[in-house]
T-cell receptor
Framework: DSGVTQTPKHLITATGQRVTLRCSPR?????VYWYQQSLDQGLQFLIH???????AKGNILERFSAQQFPDLHSELNLSSLELGDSALYFC?????????????FGQGTRLTVV | DAKTTQPNSMESNEEEPVHLPCNHS???????IHWYRQLPSQGPEYVIH???SNVNNRMASLAIAEDRKSSTLILHRATLRDAAVYYC?????????????FGGGTRLMVKP
């Protein structure tokens, strides 16, 4: 158990809908990262938050947004869903997000868009 | 971002040592070398990381070449549970978010 909790574990929704994925980082970790893993793309970095502030954006679509709350949990919002958004979404946390610290990943949320 | 090159797949016998290579010829002096693995249907799991010196922990050893252009992850005694995709990642200092950039990794298969 990494200490990172993601909910829900599975989500099935229709095209055009909006969903929210939730991540609770390990206790004390200030950095939260979101990744998307689809079969043909591997693990793609989406966005990084540190202590409530956005620090970096990767290949995140405009239909996607995220935030980190004062209690350090994070939510990833996916809207106007398309079939191609079906993927595993992972959240990771680390103490500081510096080069010399490891990141801990949750078990992921499997999103299926039908 | 500095890039790493790993073999697509490797095979090992159970209870034998496994050496997983990684080339990172464009590494710069402050880039850390991280290894993660991903077991089937699970999130990536931290294995080990280092900067210049060889590192050991309960999971594995990391051998870093003197010029730092390559490294090797060593599993001392492979078990069936070690079958996973192993990712060698450079955590680079010019990366504003210091995120981990995953490549294709090496799929390790362990035969009983």
């Amino acid at each position: 158990d990494s200490g990172v909790t993601q909910t829900p574990k599975h989500l099935i929704t229709a095209t055009g809908q909006r969903v929210t994925l939730r991540c609770s980082p390990r206790s004390g970790d200030l950095s939260v990262y979101w990744y998307q893993q689809s079969l043909d793309q591997g693990l793609q970095f989406l966005i990084h938050y540190y202590n409530g502030e956005e620090r970096a954006k990767g290949n995140i679509l405009e239909r996607f947004s995220a935030q980190q709350f004062p209690d350090l949990h994070s939510e990833l919002n996916l809207s106007s869903l398309e079939l191609g958004d079906s993927a595993l979404y992972f959240c990771a946390s680390s103490e500081r997000g510096s080069l010399n610290t490891e990141a801990f990943f949750g078990q992921g949320t499997r999103l299926t868009v039908v | 971002d500095a890039k790493t090159t790993q073999p697509n797949s490797m095979e090992s016998n159970e209870e034998e040592p496994v050496h997983l290579p990684c080339n990172h010829s464009t590494i710069s002096g402050t880039d850390y070398i991280h290894w993660y693995r991903q077991l089937p249907s699970q999130g990536p799991e931290y294995v080990i990381h280092g900067l210049t010196s060889n590192v050991n922990n309960r999971m594995a050893s990391l051998a870093i070449a003197e010029d730092r252009k390559s490294s090797t992850l060593i599993l001392h005694r492979a078990t069936l549970r070690d079958a996973a995709v192993y990712y060698c990642i450079l955590r680079v200092s010019n990366n504003a978010g210091n995120m981990l950039t995953f490549g294709g990794g090496t799929r390790l298969m362990v035969k009983p």
